[in-house]
């Protein structure tokens, strides 16, 4: 992999201090970043190397992105290292996660709003029709993000990246 030029290094910190702020790990978000500027799948030691950390703190991260399904393991044909890319669907999985975080909560809510003593309780019952809400509204979401996906050319992928296997 080539130098990084500043503008790809200020993207990779702003991406690191943006991932710390949403309760990630800022490697985290420095390695969500450097896949998202590369076109070919990269190593640990890679990873490791240009973004000047440790390989253990990159495997500890990977792994946490990999649990996310922003990060997906590939192979090289002839290396036996394992490579990692940006999950192509990744934004899809999060859009999941986020959902059922949402459902999770207001089921929480909804349980308390059944105990007499709590149904009339203003906040809970606002909590509970925003997630109402917001969950009406995200109906079909990645459905209709699939479409406009599929409609628009695909990027030209490079020679590395060609071979690849998930």
């Known amino acids: 992999m080539k ?3 500043v503008a790809e290094q200020r993207f990779i910190e702003s991406m690191g201090l943006y991932f710390e702020r949403q309760g990630g ?14 076109d070919e799948p990269l190593s640990l030691q890679q990873l490791a190397r240009v973004l000047k950390v440790s390989a253990a703190s ?21 290396d036996r290292q394992h490579y990692y890319v940006v999950n ?3 934004w899809e999985s999060r859009l999941r996660t986020a959902e059922d975080s949402v459902k999770a909560f207001v089921r929480v809510c909804q349980e308390a ?13 606002e909590a509970a029709d925003f997630c109402d809400f917001y969950l009406a509204e995200m109906a079909g979401i990645a459905e209709r993000w699939r479409a406009s996906r599929a409609a628009r050319p695909t990027p030209r992928t490079s020679k590395a990246s060609k071979g690849r296997t998930a």
């Open 113 to 125: 709003l059944s105990v007499p003593q709590l149904a009339n309780k203003h906040h809970l019952r």
């Open 3 to 5: 130098e990084l030029g």
């Open 58 to 78: 990159v495997s500890t991260n990977i792994r946490a992105s990999m649990a996310i399904g922003l990060v997906e393991p590939v192979s090289v044909p002839g």
């Open 88 to 90: 192509g669907n990744g």
């Open 25 to 38: 790990t800022r490697i985290g978000g420095r390695i969500h970043a450097l896949l998202m500027l590369t």
